[in-house]
């Protein structure tokens, strides 16, 4: 369901006369997602602290970035 009003928003945002570009909405949406998944951070069920080093975190949190760039951006540019 939830999909289907993503697609009705989405398609009503891109045919405005001031629809921004898809750039530009693709980069829109990766913000709002980024800043929902620091605002879920916290309801994670796992304990980083015994289990994972500091170095692991940060090399994981890399490849994320990485990653969700080349898959809006980058997929939106080609």
């Keep these: 369901m ?7 928003v989405n398609a009503a945002v891109m045919r405005a006369p001031d629809a921004p570009s898809g750039l530009q909405w693709t980069g829109l949406q990766g913000i709002g997602a980024a800043i929902g998944s620091f605002l879920l951070l916290p309801l994670a069920s796992f304990d980083l602290a015994d289990t994972v080093s ?25």
């Design 2 to 8: 939830i999909w289907i009003i993503y697609g009705l």
């Design 54 to 78: 500091g170095s692991e975190v940060l090399r994981f949190v890399g490849w994320a970035l990485v990653m969700g760039l080349a898959g809006s951006w980058l997929a939106t540019w080609f």
